[in-house]
């Protein structure tokens, strides 16, 4: 490969992965803050946390955990970046959804692509779902960080 | 702002402007920030593709295919998957002439790990342990593979 074609396909790949954070970020900020005015988020925050909250999760984790493992991890961060100034987020809560999304995320995206290349869905599914769920259990269950357990 | 958000008696009359620019800032903002680490963990990750390391990192691992029952050129897609990201190891899996079942078991361990070195990063913006969740990753990604192996054939 000529340097030529190097530099071309590294400014064009961060180019698109820019432009597509910068896009489904927006898109995810701008409807949930439409969603927080008409007072959905916390009802569904509250009926996701039915599901989440054996594994130590609290309400607030649901939202970067949808965003995770709807469109990946970059934006599961990104979605904890913007919500740090709300302060709803404790460094533990960070750490559980953090093993949860490097387990099992980008669930369209990412499982797509292997389903186009013959992969079985039941497989590249089901597995990295039972082993997010198990992990994410286990570490909240058995680790405690040294300072102070988490409130509540 | 969260006082009149929270007042259960009075709804506030919603603005639209201020709610769609509100959105359009933390959306801002959160790329901003991802973006301070993304750019020069991409840079890297173009000159480690363009000296053409991986490649031999992947020479290295090839002996290692035959724990999940997959062909020596696998090594490739999973070293790329992993420092890279998955569509350059989808370019590898293309090429590879595999079975179902192979592809099953490749596409499992991609899953799990990929993109390690991207992702990390965003982990270590938003100040977790990146480590540990690195480490998580990668085992549980070898495990499940081996496993996959007796599994399905």
Redesign the interface.
């Given at each position: 490969?000529t340097?030529r074609a190097?530099l071309r396909?590294?400014a064009s790949?961060?180019f698109s992965?820019?432009w597509k954070?910068?896009l489904i970020?927006?898109?995810?900020?701008?409807?949930?803050?439409?969603v927080?005015?008409?007072?959905l988020l916390e009802r569904s925050l509250k009926g996701l946390h039915k599901v989440t909250g054996f594994m130590g999760f609290n309400e607030a984790a649901g939202l970067p955990l949808l965003a995770g493992v709807v469109f990946g991890?970059?934006f599961g961060?990104?979605?904890?970046?913007?919500?740090v100034e709300e302060q709803k987020l404790e460094?533990r809560q960070?750490?559980l959804v953090?093993?949860f999304l490097?387990?099992c995320h980008g669930i369209i995206e990412?499982?797509g692509?292997?389903i186009v290349?013959?992969?079985?869905v039941f497989?590249?599914t089901v597995?990295?779902l039972i082993?997010g769920v198990a992990?994410t259990w286990l570490v909240n269950r058995w680790y405690q960080p040294p300072a102070r357990a988490d409130p509540g | 702002m969260t006082s009149q958000?929270l007042d259960p008696l009075r709804?506030?009359p919603?603005n639209w402007a201020r709610?769609?620019w509100?959105?359009?800032r933390?959306?801002?903002?959160?790329?901003g920030?991802?973006?301070l680490v993304?750019?020069p963990v991409?840079?890297g990750m173009?000159i480690l593709?363009?000296v053409g390391i991986l490649q031999v990192i992947a020479g290295w691992c090839r002996p290692a295919m035959r724990l999940f029952g997959l062909p020596g050129d696998a090594a490739l897609a999973l070293v790329l998957g992993n420092f890279l990201n998955?569509?350059s190891a989808?370019g590898v899996?293309?090429s590879l002439k595999?079975t179902?079942a192979q592809?099953?078991i490749?596409?499992?361990i991609?899953?799990?790990s990929?993109?390690q070195i991207?992702?990390s990063s965003?982990?270590f913006?938003?100040?977790?342990?990146y480590g540990i969740?690195w480490a998580?990753?990668l085992v549980?990604a070898l495990i499940?593979g081996y496993a996959?192996h007796f599994v399905?054939r």
């Open positions: 490969m340097i190097a396909e590294y790949g961060l992965l820019a954070m910068l970020l927006v898109l995810i900020f701008v409807v949930l803050e439409v927080k005015r008409f007072r991890i970059v961060g990104g979605v904890i970046c913007g919500s460094p960070v750490f953090s093993i490097a387990l990412d499982t692509l292997m290349l013959g992969a079985n497989w590249i597995p990295r082993l992990v | 958000c709804p506030a919603v709610t769609l509100d959105g359009t933390k959306g801002l903002l959160a790329t920030k991802l973006m993304i750019v991409y840079t173009a593709k363009y998955l569509y989808i899996m293309a595999l179902h592809m099953t490749l596409s499992v991609l899953l799990f990929h993109s991207l992702e965003v982990f913006r938003i100040k977790t342990k969740l998580i990753r549980t499940v996959l399905i």
